[in-house]
T-cell receptor, first 115, second 113 residues
């Protein structure tokens, strides 16, 4: 069974600085999708960034980028120029390509941004 | 375009009561899912549907029932509520083509006493 592990229950960063959230996963599949979701106190799940496993190029969305290491099964999220509004729970998630509907989530990392 | 909507936002039930959590989407998505989120855990899949009339079990289906009579609606029924079902429930939908991005509703916080 696929599993997703986020080893940092909590992280903090100073405003305007950079922080990296870690995620590792376990799968025997070769094709899959990986996602980072943000959950602010409002509870809404917001997609931050996504990566297709067959693409070697790391995904980037504005201040958010990933370091995808397929062989190491690692998918870390880097937030540059951190803003107060980035404070939230961040969840890493995995989905196998085709067939399975299940998104497998990690337990989350709570990010605090200090002014 | 409202996206994925869920009602109610909050609910308190007594053990043994039944209720239905409503979920609707206006994006014509084929796939719809229900997840639950417990403290210290990520979301876990309860049930899902790949189209009207087709449903299947997820990771934690016991105590829940679903049906999908239309593309837009995917209600989740708690048959006989138990304290272990205290959780936040999320409905999600996605298209069957493209990037498979899940769109989530705002969640329902359910407390069973």
């Amino acid at each position: 069974a696929q599993t997703v592990t986020q080893s940092q229950p909590e992280m903090s960063v100073q405003e305007a600085e950079t922080v990296t959230l870690s995620c590792t996963y376990d799968t025997s599949e070769s094709d899959y999708y990986l996602f980072w979701y943000k959950q602010p106190p409002s509870r809404q799940m917001i997609l931050v960034i996504r990566q297709e496993a067959y693409k070697q190029q790391n995904a980037t969305e504005n201040r958010f980028s990933v370091n995808f290491q397929k062989a190491a099964k690692s998918f870390s999220l880097k937030i540059s120029d951190s803003q107060l509004g980035d404070a939230a729970m961040y969840f890493c998630a995995y989905r196998a390509l085709g067939g399975s509907e299940k998104l497998v989530f990690g337990k989350g990392t709570k990010l605090t941004v200090n002014p | 375009n409202a996206g994925v909507t869920q009602t109610p936002k909050f609910q308190v039930l007594k053990t043994g009561q039944s209720m239905t959590l409503q979920c609707a989407q206006d994006m014509n998505h084929e796939y719809m899912s229900w997840y639950r989120q417990d403290p210290g855990m990520g979301l876990r899949l309860i049930h899902y549907s790949v189209g009207a009339g087709i449903t299947d079990q997820g990771e934690v289906p016991n105590g829940y029932n679903v049906s999908r009579s239309t593309t837009e609606d995917f209600p989740l029924r708690l048959l006989s509520a138990a304290p272990s079902q205290t959780s936040v429930y999320f409905c999600a939908s996605r298209s069957g083509t493209g990037f498979y991005e899940q769109y989530f509703g705002p969640g329902t916080r359910l407390t069973v006493t």
